[in-house]
């Protein structure tokens, strides 16, 4: 892909698809949700083993940002930590257990956020990102891992969600 592709096709401003999909899940990431579903009904202090670079939080975004990488490779960084994080937690769970439901409506927002995705390259985001995508979905950064609860998992996601979508897609902060 040449370079630049991205900006001319207005990539930097999120797509009608990308809204619609955040909008969708800001909702089934409501406080109460991410409390009952993620906190609640899980063992006290119970933590899931992820990477290193599974956890975005705003600063790391602001860090980002202020090494001038784009608006749309930071969403892109976002959404391929934040699907993986959904799926770190749905791996421990059984299918009897009363988060699965929820975890897999998450999961399936999350695919159609990919097919939204699908149409970046590699070559379109910038190095850093694209470096940390590729960790991300290596398997040998398995030793870089740290214990996270799923709901702080689920909180990283909305709150960098927000900072990333809130204009483009006018997410109400509700």
Not at 48 to 57: G, N, S, T
């Amino acid at each position: 892909g040449c370079p630049g592709v991205l900006a001319v096709l207005g990539l930097e401003a999120a797509a009608p698809g990308e809204c619609e999909l955040t909008r969708l899940l800001q909702d089934k990431l409501q406080y109460e949700m991410r409390l009952q579903y993620m906190k609640h009904y899980f063992p006290i202090d119970y933590t899931v083993q992820v990477q290193y670079e599974e956890v975005l939080r705003p600063s790391n975004i602001t860090r980002l940002r202020n090494g001038t990488v784009s608006e749309a490779a930071l969403r892109y960084l976002w959404f391929h930590v934040s699907s993986q994080a959904v799926l770190r937690i749905r791996e421990v769970l059984p299918e009897k257990h009363p988060s699965w439901k929820y975890t897999q409506e998450l999961c399936q927002l999350f695919d159609a956020l990919g097919e939204e995705y699908s149409k970046y390259r590699q070559t379109d985001v910038e190095t850093v990102v694209a470096d940390l995508v590729k960790l991300i979905h290596s398997a040998g950064a398995e030793s870089r891992s740290k214990a996270v609860r799923p709901k702080a998992l689920l909180d990283n996601c909305l709150k960098v969600m927000r900072m990333l979508y809130g204009v483009p897609c006018e997410l109400g902060v509700r």
